[in-house]
């Protein structure tokens, strides 16, 4: 039987405070821990046996990373006002190709369906078309027979709020995250990162509980406690210290000396030196506190940042570095003065360089009596348990 | 000693602290902080904006106070200073009230037993005269 997935990302569901973070596209398209919802899902429509997959999409800027494994998807990208009309197409193609059953997901929420449950429910009913739903509420998931092309394209039409025929119920009782907030993207990163969910952070376990994508850089003197993970193109800082399950996604930078502890730092997003980011999802220059329930915008670069995706303005700093390095090193050999190697405690412990040099000041990272008591402990933190 | 002589000045933080508002509102302070044991409450429930030259500044008036024995409180803090301050760590070095009367009031909470005495006689109503 010739049975396709089509996936479905826009930002339809989502809190209305938290849209400004999705300036790069909805929740759907954002990564946590190495891949986003709609690359993990269109792996378990793999899984499933179910393929190829196309996936509908509402930004032209998606998807946006050269050399990264899109899970074989078919991508099409559809502006706001003409998403649903694209969906419908998408959906007609696939029927002209041959499909006889179209699996319809809509992201939204992330779901780990049984799909072989899903389809063998739709037959034995022989219903036109059937949902999902999760503890009596509706997800936007569907098994449609691609012969009813009117019953879909009346829910193509409704927004998949109706169906033009009864449409029976599949009750799931597994794993489901709405995603339709930045603490929901939180909850999906630390339930990917403690194995709640089935499917897996991205990159190598180079220790249990610590996933770091190949080209990642971690530098000397970082410290990435278990579970954390680490996306490609990452850049951790001597002296930061990654923890509690928190997620570096790709192109990310955490400054030197900052910590990181249950949080996300979405993708090219930086993290100034000797900040303590915590119980946050850090990006597009924004950090939404989970403690407080509030996003805030951080305009001031040397905290919050955002890291240039194109590759002109990269090539031409990575360039100015290259250039300028000799003369450093010979200067640096000349004057007999030598580059001294942070110690990571008193990185730890000093106020943020952002601050400047005010009154001598320090912000400790950690408490000052336990690491009295221990100096050779990394970091004792405040409500830590390390 | 008269303890009523030292008062505890309230400012409000303006919307946006970023360098040049921060250097202005510095400015505006300097003259309390540079009083004998200046007590400065400062109201941030109106910033919006908050960057390091922000908290660079507060850490200045902090400075300034310390060093002619004082202190420095903050108030009322808005969402966005309570989230830059915690991400920069300086949180833990202030004293922060959830309002400017809290904060205020804190000063005198801080007196020598002695001083709190007299300050509490000298405000204590008269006795009422025996009919």
């Given at each position: 039987?010739?049975?396709?997935?089509?996936?479905?990302?826009?930002?339809?569901?989502?809190?209305?405070?938290?849209?400004?973070?999705?300036?790069?596209?909805?929740?759907?398209?954002?990564?946590?821990?190495?891949?986003?919802?709609?690359e993990r899902m269109a792996e378990r429509l793999q899984q499933f046996g179910i393929l190829p997959a196309a996936a509908v999409v509402e930004t032209a800027a998606f998807p946006a990373r050269p050399g990264i494994s899109t899970s074989g998807l078919n991508y099409v990208a559809a502006q706001p006002d003409r998403f649903w009309r694209a969906a419908e197409n998408a959906f007609n193609e696939m029927v002209q190709n041959g499909a006889e059953l179209v699996v319809l997901v809509r992201l939204g929420a992330y779901a780990e369906i049984d799909f072989e449950h899903l389809v063998q429910f739709h037959l034995d009913r022989g219903s036109r078309v059937s949902q999902v739903s999760h503890q009596g509420e509706n997800l936007d998931i569907f098994c449609i027979s691609a012969s009813r092309r009117n019953d879909a394209a009346s829910l193509f039409r409704s927004?998949?709020?109706?169906?033009?025929?009864?449409?029976?119920?599949?009750?799931?009782?597994?794993?489901?995250?709405?995603?339709?907030?930045?603490?929901?993207?939180?909850?999906?990163?630390?339930?990917?990162?403690?194995?709640?969910?089935?499917?897996?952070?991205?990159?190598?376990?180079?220790?249990?509980?610590?996933?770091?994508?190949?080209?990642?850089?971690?530098?000397?003197?970082?410290?990435?406690?278990?579970?954390?993970?680490?996306?490609?193109?990452?850049?951790?800082?001597?002296?930061?210290?990654?923890?509690?399950?928190?997620?570096?996604?790709?192109?990310?930078?955490?400054?030197?000396?900052?910590?990181?502890?249950?949080?996300?730092?979405?993708?090219?997003?930086?993290?100034?030196?000797?900040?303590?980011?915590?119980?946050?999802?850090?990006?597009?220059?924004?950090?939404?506190?989970?403690?407080?329930?509030?996003?805030?915008?951080?305009?001031?670069?040397?905290?919050?940042?955002?890291?240039?995706?194109?590759?002109?303005?990269?090539?031409?700093?990575?360039?100015?570095?290259?250039?300028?390095?000799?003369?450093?090193?010979?200067?640096?050999?000349?004057?007999?003065?030598?580059?001294?190697?942070?110690?990571?405690?008193?990185?730890?412990?000093?106020?943020?360089?952002?601050?400047?040099?005010?009154?001598?000041?320090?912000?400790?990272?950690?408490?000052?009596?336990?690491?009295?008591?221990?100096?050779?402990?990394?970091?004792?933190?405040?409500?830590?348990?390390? | 000693?008269?303890?009523?002589?030292?008062?505890?000045?309230?400012?409000?933080?303006?919307?946006?602290?970023?360098?040049?508002?921060?250097?202005?509102?510095?400015?505006?302070?300097?003259?309390?902080?540079?009083?004998?044991?200046?007590?400065?409450?400062?109201?941030?429930?109106?910033?919006?904006?908050?960057?390091?030259?922000?908290?660079?500044?507060?850490?200045?008036?902090?400075?300034?106070?310390?060093?002619?024995?004082?202190?420095?409180?903050?108030?009322?803090?808005?969402?966005?200073?309570?989230?830059?301050?915690?991400?920069?760590?300086?949180?833990?070095?202030?004293?922060?009230?959830?309002?400017?009367?809290?904060?205020?009031?804190?000063?005198?909470?801080?007196?020598?037993?002695?001083?709190?005495?007299?300050?509490?006689?000298?405000?204590?109503?008269?006795?009422?005269?025996?009919?």
């Open positions: 039987m010739d049975i396709r997935g089509l996936l479905l990302v826009n930002s339809g569901n989502t809190r209305e405070e938290d849209l400004s973070f999705l300036a790069s596209g909805p929740l759907g398209a954002v990564e946590v821990a190495g891949k986003t919802p709609l927004q998949l709020s109706r169906c033009r025929s009864e449409c029976p119920l599949m009750e799931h009782a597994g794993y489901v995250n709405h995603l339709s907030s930045a603490r929901d993207l939180r909850q999906f990163a630390i339930d990917i990162l403690t194995h709640q969910t089935q499917t897996c952070p991205a990159g190598e376990a180079i220790k249990p509980g610590v996933w770091v994508e190949r080209t990642a850089i971690v530098e000397k003197g970082a410290r990435i406690l278990a579970p954390a993970f680490v996306g490609a193109l990452a850049r951790v800082r001597t002296g930061a210290v990654i923890t509690r399950c928190s997620s570096v996604e790709h192109h990310a930078q955490v400054d030197c000396g900052s910590v990181v502890e249950n949080s996300s730092v979405l993708p090219y997003c930086y993290v100034g030196a000797g900040l303590d980011l915590a119980h946050s999802v850090a990006g597009m220059r924004q950090v939404a506190n989970l403690r407080r329930d509030v996003t805030v915008e951080i305009p001031d670069p040397k905290l919050i940042d955002l890291i240039s995706a194109t590759s002109g303005k990269k090539f031409l700093t990575s360039a100015a570095e290259l250039l300028t390095y000799l003369p450093r090193v010979a200067w640096g050999g000349f004057t007999g003065s030598k580059q001294p190697q942070p110690d990571l405690n008193a990185a730890l412990r000093k106020t943020s360089p952002a601050l400047g040099n005010t009154a001598g000041y320090e912000a400790p990272a950690c408490d000052t009596e336990a690491a009295h008591k221990f100096p050779n402990m990394v970091v004792a933190r405040r409500y830590g348990h390390q | 000693m008269d303890i009523n002589s030292r008062p505890v000045v309230v400012k409000r933080m303006p919307e946006r602290l970023n360098s040049r508002t921060a250097r202005e509102f510095f400015r505006d302070v300097q003259a309390f902080l540079h009083a004998d044991r200046p007590q400065l409450v400062l109201d941030l429930s109106q910033v919006v904006q908050l960057d390091a030259a922000g908290v660079e500044m507060l850490l200045r008036c902090m400075s300034e106070a310390h060093k002619r024995d004082g202190d420095v409180k903050l108030a009322s803090l808005s969402d966005q200073s309570a989230v830059v301050l915690e991400l920069t760590r300086t949180e833990r070095l202030f004293e922060i009230y959830e309002t400017s009367t809290d904060a205020a009031r804190s000063f005198s909470g801080f007196l020598p037993n002695a001083m709190r005495q007299q300050l509490l006689h000298n405000k204590r109503p008269a006795a009422p005269v025996a009919a």
